[in-house]
T-cell receptor, first 115, second 111 residues
Framework: KAGVTQTPRYLIKTRGQQVTLSCSPISGHRSVSWYQQTPGQGLQFLFEYFSETQRNKGNFPGRFSGRQFSNSRSEMNVSTLELGDSALYLC??????????????FGEGSRLTVL | AQSVTQLGSHVSVSEGALVLLRCNYSSSVPPYLFWYVQYPNQGLQLLLKYTSAATLVKGINGFEAEFKKSETSFHLTKPSAHMSDAAEYFCAVSENNDMRFGAGTRLTVKP
């Protein structure tokens, strides 16, 4: 069974630009959650989608948004990029909604560098 | 809101020695607790989870963790470290479907 696939793996943007990251969950998984990982802040929860609906949202500004498609693939978008948005963005999928199960399967991440 | 504190951002052990990675949590309700491992350039992988069943939880790769409510701790142990255990380990707590991760502990295993 294929794992969680994130694209692109690496990207470089400049301040003010916007970026879209993609995540394909494990087949059959309907929940996708996104995390930002930085050396200073660690792992921070961005949002979770289940069956195309946002179920939970972390404390990030509105520049961070996401969506989920009918095939469970998810995208996250960051607009008006800032230097501080440089991070590893991790996507995780799970069979059921809700993070209490902990049964999250992570992708390898998309490393974003903002110059 | 719940939170997790991992004591020690770096831990170094010799191969064959005991591994002990510390995690303390705060939660207003009985928590769900997890340990994840992250190898270089990879995503996180679930090692084990506590969901209010047995207080001693066994995970993959010989790791286990004990839930101690009185100490609000969920420390991760492995009796004998292997070189392949070198990685970053994250403790996490989930409450009301809101998962919070600790800052992580980088484990180094010396030959």
């Amino acid at each position: 069974k294929a794992g969680v696939t994130q694209t692109p793996r690496y990207l470089i943007k400049t301040r003010g630009q916007q970026v879209t990251l993609s995540c394909s969950p494990i087949s059959g998984h309907r929940s996708v959650s996104w995390y930002q990982q930085t050396p200073g802040q660690g792992l921070q929860f961005l949002f979770e989608y289940f069956s195309e609906t946002q179920r939970n949202k972390g404390n990030f500004p509105g520049r961070f948004s996401g969506r989920q498609f009918s095939n469970s693939r998810s995208e996250m978008n960051v607009s008006t990029l800032e230097l501080g948005d440089s991070a590893l963005y991790l996507c995780a999928s799970s069979f059921v909604s809700g993070l209490n199960t902990g049964e999250l399967f992570f992708g390898e991440g998309s490393r974003l560098t903002v110059l | 809101a719940q939170s997790v504190t991992q004591l020690g951002s770096h831990v170094s052990v010799s191969e064959g020695a005991l591994v002990l990675l510390r995690c303390n949590y705060s939660s207003s309700v009985p928590p769900y607790l997890f340990w994840y491992v992250q190898y270089p350039n990879q995503g996180l992988q679930l090692l084990l989870k506590y969901t209010s069943a047995a207080t001693l939880v066994k995970g993959i790769n010989g790791f286990e963790a004990e839930f101690k409510k009185s100490e609000t701790s969920f420390h991760l142990t492995k009796p004998s470290a292997h070189m392949s255990d070198a990685a970053e380990y994250f403790c996490a707590v989930s409450e009301n479907n809101d998962m919070r991760f600790g800052a992580g502990t980088r484990l180094t295993v010396k030959p």
